[in-house]
Antibody, heavy 122, light 107 residues
């Protein structure tokens, strides 16, 4: 059974750096076609894809946030970390991590973690 | 970036109704599209990927179709547990982009 859970601060101040950890079980990020993604959702708004990481450090970022994002993996701990710098109140959102699967016929996110609500406020 | 436009943004329907939600891509994305269901306060759940492949465990009343720029999610007979918001996601090219969502409410 695949599970994921996000952890990190729920309140950060403007200009601070946010570090979120996704701890997962039931799969290995070293496997072919497997990765972890981060997606966020501001209150009452749609989902927004942020970043992805696959094995061997293959990383993808949303261009609109690429200069603020870093995604890394710690395979020994079954964790993926997302770092977002220079936080702003508009970054207030629920942040989700999700299992990423690449199959011959297509790709998908699933399952997802429960999400963590991060509020940016002074 | 590819823009994904969902319609309608919301709809009201009754239990037993057939419901159709559409998603249009600003350029062709082959069949690289997924559908996700999100209930209030919960994480999204994968329903369909590759436009028409039903994820394991998802009821067969959900189906997806389309390719290129126009896609459809159909619920053949709406059940009480299906009242939720539905999102499409294009998986063809980075950046991955979601549609704006369709909220399905009880009539």
């Amino acid at each position: 059974q695949i599970t994921l859970k996000e952890s990190g601060p729920t309140l950060v101040k403007p200009t601070q750096t946010l570090t979120l950890t996704c701890t997962f079980s039931g799969f290995s990020i070293t496997s072919s076609g497997v990765g972890v993604g981060w997606i966020r959702q501001p209150p009452g708004k749609p989902l927004e894809w942020l970043a992805l990481i696959y094995r061997n450090g293959d990383k993808r970022y949303s261009p609109s946030l690429e200069n603020r994002l870093t995604i890394t993996e710690d395979t020994s701990k079954n964790q993926v970390v997302l770092i977002m710098t220079n936080m702003d109140p508009v970054d207030t959102a629920t942040y989700y991590c999700a299992h990423r699967r690449q199959e011959i016929i297509g790709n998908y996110f699933g399952p997802w973690g429960q999400g963590i609500l991060v509020t940016v406020s002074s | 970036a590819i823009q994904m436009t969902q319609s309608p943004s919301s709809l009201s329907a009754s239990v037993g109704d057939r419901v159709t939600i559409t998603c249009r891509a600003s350029q062709g994305i082959r069949n690289d599209l997924g559908w996700y269901q999100q209930k209030p306060g919960k994480a999204p759940k994968l329903l369909i990927y590759a436009a028409s492949s039903l994820q394991t465990g998802v009821p067969s009343r959900f189906s997806g179709s389309g390719s290129g720029t126009d896609f459809t999610l159909t619920i053949s007979s709406l059940q009480p547990e299906d009242f939720a918001t539905y999102y499409c996601l294009q998986d063809y090219i980075y950046p991955l982009t979601f549609g704006g969502g369709t909220r399905v409410e009880i009539k």
